[in-house]
Structures are given as C-alpha cells and as structure tokens.
C-alpha cells in the first residue's frame, strides 16, 4: 500500500498521469484486499462475541479516518503551497507524499498484528491456516440463497447512498439554495453521523440480536430520506441526517451477517466477494446515475435511487422469510445465541 | 407567418406570425424596427388581418402606423421589447462595475430573410451595434431566434420548455461577444408594455420536478394580470438558467436571476412598434414596466471558456403552462413503493399458512 501511495505522489510530482493511475490502480487493489483482509480477521477474532460493535468500530474508525483526510489534506496543501512558494505538480505530489507516511505508519500496525496473530495462534493452539484460508473462487457456487440475498440488499443499499452523496452538492445548493459550504457541509453530514453512531449501534446490535430487523430499519429509514428529499422542500439536514444515522446502523448490522451464513473457511471469499460486487455495483450505477442526471434531472435521479433502495428492501424482506422458513439464525435474539453457544460448549 | 407584409425592401425586419383558432386569432408581430420589439394582440375574430402605413412606420412619427382590422375585434393587446443590454463586474468589495451599455435600438439587424423556416416556423434576428468603439462585437453578435409553435408540445434541446400552439419561444443568443472585464456579465433589459388596467408581476414557481430541466428547480414567469378580476392575460416564461453551449447540455448552465421588476419611467426608443401600434400615451393609455435578467453565478465561468450565451423564453396568452411529472416516475415511484408492500402481506400469509400447519402436526402430541 505504502509503495503505491508514493508512486501515486510521484506521478504528480513528476506530473505525469499516466503513473498516477497506474499508483490509483495497484492502490485500488491493495485498498479492496485490505478491507476483504480486515473483515475476515475481525470475524476470526471477535465471531460470538462483540461482532457487530467491532465492526461498528471498523467503519467509525474509517469514517474518521475519511473526514480528517477531507479537512486536512486541502491545509496541508496550503501549508505546502506557502513552504515552497509557488503552485505545482510538486506541490500536490509532496502533499501526497505526506499522506504516504499515514500507510507507513498503517504498514507498522499490519506488521504488529501479523505477530500479535502468530503469538495468538501459539498461546490458543489454533490450528494453522485457520485465519489464512484459501480463497477460491469455486466457493461462490455453494453461497446460499441468504448470502446472495444479503449481497443484493448490500449492493442496492449502497448504490443508493454513496453515488447520491458524490453528486449531491449541486442538488444542495440548487433545490434548496444552499451556498457551496453549506452544500459541502450537509453532504459530509452523513461521514460525519457514522463516525460516533456506528460503535454505539454496534454495540446496541450485539446486546439485542435481531439483525435482520435492524437492516429493515435502516433501509425503510433511507427510503422515508431518500423520498423525502425527492419530493419535499423540508430542511434537506433532516434527510440528511437520518441517512447518516441509517447507514452506520446498516454497515453495523448487515455485515456481521454475513459471517452468520457463511462456513468459516468460506469467509475470506464471501466478504472478498461482497467487497467486489458491491464495487462493481457502485462504479455502474455511478456511471448510470450521472447519465440520468444529465437527461433528466435530479427528481428521476432521487425515484432511481428510492428504486434501488425499495430492491434492497424486496431482498430483506425475502431473507427475513428465508430465514424464517429454513429455520435460520439471522434474526435470533442475543440471549437465544448465548443460550445456544452454551450448549453447544457443553455438548 | 409573412415577412415584411406589403413592403419589397428588406433593409428593415418586420415579421407577422397569425395563429387562427376555432373562434378566435392571435397575431404576433416580431420587429427589429427600434428596439427589438414584440407585439402581441388577441382578437376574437377568425378573420382579423394586420393593417400597416410602412412610409409612417419608417417616418419619424410612426402612431397609429400599424393597426388590426377591424379594431372592435381586439381583446388585448400587449408587447415586450428587448431593449438593453448591460455588462458589469462585481468587483471584491461589492462594488459593482458598469461598462457603457449596449443600446439594442442603435443596433444595426440583419434581414431574417434567409433565417425564414416556414416549415420550422423560425426566423433570426442578428444585430451588432451601429457604432462599436470597444470593438466587443468584432467577432461576435447578438441575435433574437424566434420560433412559432402549431402544436402544443416541449422543446427538444434544454431548457425543455413546455409550450402550447399558442405560444411563441424567443431565444436570446450572445454569440462570440467579448467580455470587457475579467468576469464580467451581461444583463438584459426587458420591456413590457401593457393597457391601462393591467399589471405585470413576477412570479417565480420552486417546483421539485426539474425532470425536464436537469437541476433547474426554479420556473419565473412575468405575467400580466387584469385588475378588474385578476385573470392572467399573457405571459413571458423562463427557466432560470441559460447555457453556454448551441447544442446545451446540464453542465453548460449558467445562473439566471431577475432583478426586481418595476414601472419604468423612462420612455421607448422613438421609432418602436410600440408607438406604432399603442400611440405616444405613456402613462395615459398604457404603462411599461421593465425587468432585468443577469446572467452567471457566483463563481461562473461558462461565459469566459464558451463566449456562447442562449437564454429562452416562451411567451403567449393565458395561464402559462405547468410542468407535470412524467408518467415514467409516477409509474416507477409506484412499483417500487407497491413491490415490498405486495412482498410483506403475501410474505406474511405464507409464514402463518406455514406456521399452521407445523402446529397441526404437532397436535397429536399434545
């Protein structure tokens, strides 16, 4: 990751960009395999203990992690800019640099917690390669129909929420005469909501169970917003803010889940591949989303996304049946977990 | 649609445009004689015919050069002039800058002649000042594009207006002007001239459709209502945007606002059509009132990269026309919406069918 921060930093400092997108792209990959790393190892850690609030922490840690980069990197540009005097390609490539050492310092942690991972395995006697497992692609064909239930709900939530937020100022400030802050500010809003919520949802999450309910929540909580900016003139922070609320409690919820359908050894490639189809999910309905905003406008732009929020609606409302039907663990209370972990202890 | 009616000299541009209906005909009278003018009259017969003196027209004293005959048929009679264009910049301290104004009534037109569409029901009306000391207009020029409509229908490149057979578009289009100061922008003036009790408001309609209009929210409208009982006569319509671009596109917008509209005082340039159909009775037997409307933004540079402006506007007679959603959303809204709804309650009767049924099993347990 380090490596590619500063290849990125090169390519504009040397201003040349065609080596910044080669840097964008390796980054691209190391970022994804980071995240799809990340969550496998916080499953192997924390699965029948406090799952949901570590993932809560995850995202509020990376949400911080996002907002401080938006704040800061454009004063340290500025502090670059007067350093050396003058505007540039070099200027931009140093202030790039600068962020490199935050990956430096990232690459020290990862190196701590592969040997905090070791000593575990040692001191535990787990059984190797337990954490490490193989990631094959075959294992896609054994996903059940929950998985890819969760997946749809995963990808329609999320095409309805980041793509708005990256083309939302000009709604802001057009629909409802905001200045260019005020629009800036009312879209960071929801970065900004999920970085303290997420942890306390997390960990409400972990004491009341119930998880499929809770993603019902948050996805009927992002239609009520979604609609309500499309077809009112309220105080688009309302909105706003319960979107922001809505999605830490989604990210807090739904992801967890995954680990509850999903054989251990097929972790990795199921978060691998959530990660990835939700990618490739957001880069289309980007794309999609600026046609149609170009064409028609805003108000459609608003029924498209209420539509794939009202589909991600559809997929959690199967699963919730699903689940019911097959008789499965997505929806159990925390006490009825804990019960169940004893007594399989005891067996 | 005519062109110079009874007149074989195209040094002067006068375009008549009759819309007959069942009952009824409405004359639109586009001219770049003075200022470019406007003139707008409804007449309730099928029959009315525009009259018009063109050696008083072109003199000095042109009242009464043009008329509609028979005169008892008029219902209203209305006409908007276009008659200045203003530069300014905003300096830093909120100071605003003028530059010296272009008068459109001494500006030099083109014949629309060779701009005539009759099946398109178009026509162009180019000008560039008469004399032009800062050069501004030597690579460009200001023009009036003008379209008659048959049908009730929208227009297919932005802004989309919707527009009705009785009603007219005019396109404002500053093609290739140089600025004069870093930012500056440019201002129109716009004239109305209305009959003694009638009056002109604004009116600006915040919709949250801009389904047709991406991003544009914001729909204005000058409309000139009778005082007696408050019924709206005719109309100028205008998104609140213009665009940098001949073939625009969302991202060429360019912010438009209206400065405060207000009964002027002033009087029209001499030679107008105005005085050749209203008379010289400012104030006794009709009232001008005039609006501007700006153009750029904040921090708009559009106008700087393109050297393009388009503005449009539709006016007519009556209740201007309303957007509507499209059925498109409403039938999307509704299948989204309906979907889930659909899923909970037959979702829900097959979990309890289900559930039934396991506990009849069970009953012989019990």
Redesign the interface.
């Known amino acids: 990751m380090f490596i590619w921060q500063v290849i990125f930093a090169l390519g504009a400092l040397l201003n040349t960009f065609w080596l910044m997108d080669l840097g964008r792209f390796v980054f691209g990959i190391g970022g994804e395999s980071l995240a799809v790393a990340q969550n496998t190892y916080a499953v192997s850690w924390f699965k029948g203990k406090e799952l949901n609030l570590v993932f809560g922490l995850q995202l509020s840690m990376a949400r911080i992690g996002s907002t401080v980069n938006m704040n800061i990197m454009g004063w340290i540009y500025s502090r670059v800019q007067d350093l050396l005097g003058y505007t540039g390609p070099s200027t931009l490539g140093l202030t790039l640099m600068i962020g490199g050492i935050t990956c430096l310092f990232s690459l020290t942690c990862a190196l701590i917690l592969a040997y905090l991972d070791k000593r575990a395995e040692k001191l535990l006697c787990k059984e190797q390669g337990k954490t490490g497992e193989v990631i094959k692609l075959t294992d896609v064909k054994d996903f059940s129909f929950s998985l890819w239930l969760i997946f749809v709900i995963c990808v329609c939530y999320y095409a309805a929420v980041f793509p708005f937020i990256g083309l939302g100022k000009?709604?802001f400030i057009?629909?409802f005469r905001f200045s260019?802050q005020e629009a800036s500010a009312i879209n960071s809003i929801v970065y900004i909501i999920s970085a303290p919520m997420s942890p306390v949802f997390g960990l409400l999450v972990d004491k009341l169970g119930k998880n499929i309910i809770w993603v019902l929540c948050a996805v009927i909580t992002t239609l009520a917003s979604h609609i309500m900016l499309?077809?009112?003139?309220w105080n688009p922070w309302i909105a706003m803010c319960l979107l922001g609320v809505a999605y830490s409690l989604l990210a807090c919820a739904l992801w967890p889940m995954v680990a509850f359908v999903v054989p251990e050894h097929q972790l990795g490639t199921a978060y691998g591949f959530m990660q990835s189809i939700q990618n490739l999910g957001l880069a289309i309905i980007a794309i999609a989303a600026g046609m149609i905003?170009?064409?028609?406008?805003?108000?459609?732009l608003e029924?498209?996304f209420?539509?794939c929020v009202?589909?991600s609606?559809?997929a959690v409302?199967?699963l919730?049946?699903v689940n019911?039907?097959t008789g499965g663990d997505l929806n159990w209370s925390a006490k009825k977990r804990e019960k169940l972990q004893k007594v399989a202890a005891t067996e | 649609m005519q062109y110079n009616p009874g007149w074989n000299n195209s040094s002067v541009n006068l375009l008549h445009v009759r819309a007959v209906g069942p009952s009824d005909t409405l004359h639109y009278i586009w001219s770049s004689i003075g200022a470019p003018t406007v003139l707008l009259v409804a007449t309730e017969s099928r029959s009315s015919t525009l009259g018009i003196n063109w050696t008083q027209l072109l003199s000095p004293t042109p009242a009464g050069a043009i008329w509609i005959d028979p005169p008892s048929s008029v219902v209203y009679s209305t006409a908007v002039v276009f008659t200045k264009v203003f530069e300014y910049s905003e300096a830093k301290t909120l100071e605003e800058l003028f530059y010296p104004m272009y008068d459109l009534s001494n500006f030099s037109w083109d014949s629309i002649n060779h701009t005539l569409n009759h099946t398109a029901l178009t026509a162009e009306f180019t000008g560039i000042p008469a004399t032009d000391p800062s050069g501004s207009f030597s690579n460009g020029s200001l023009a009036f594009r003008v379209t008659a409509y048959e049908a009730s229908g929208r227009d297919g490149p932005l802004p989309s207006l919707l527009h009705t057979a009785n009603s007219s578009k005019v396109e404002f289009v500053l093609a290739g002007v140089a600025l004069r100061g870093n930012s500056s922008k440019f201002v129109l003036e716009v004239a109305t001239v209305e009959e003694i009790g009638v009056v002109q408001k604004l009116r600006s309609a915040r919709s949250i459709d801009d389904e047709y209009t991406p991003t544009i929210f914001e729909m204005l409208s000058l409309v000139a209502e009778s005082q007696s009982d408050s019924s709206t006569l005719s109309f100028l319509q205008w998104k609140a945007t213009a665009y940098g671009s001949q073939t625009p596109r969302r991202e060429d917008s360019i912010q438009c606002r209206s400065h405060g509209l207000q009964a002027a005082n002033w009087t029209l340039p001499v030679s107008s059509i105005v005085h050749a159909y209203f008379g010289e009775g400012v104030g006794s037997t009709y009232t001008i009132s005039a609006i501007n409307i700006s153009f750029g933004g904040e921090d708009g540079k559009v106008y700087q990269e393109k050297h393009y402006l388009s503005w449009s506007a539709l006016l007519g007679f009556g209740q201007p026309p309303k957007d509507t959603f499209s059925p498109l959303v409403i039938s999307i809204t509704a299948v989204a919406l309906g979907t889930p709804m659909v899923m909970l309650l037959v979702g829900s009767s097959v979990v309890l069918f289900a559930q039934r049924k396991r506990y009849s099993e069970y009953e012989p347990i019990n």
């Open positions: 000009v709604f057009e629909k260019s499309a077809f009112t003139f905003l170009d064409t028609r406008g805003y108000l459609f029924v498209f209420s539509a009202c589909l609606l559809i409302v199967m919730y049946f019911h039907l």
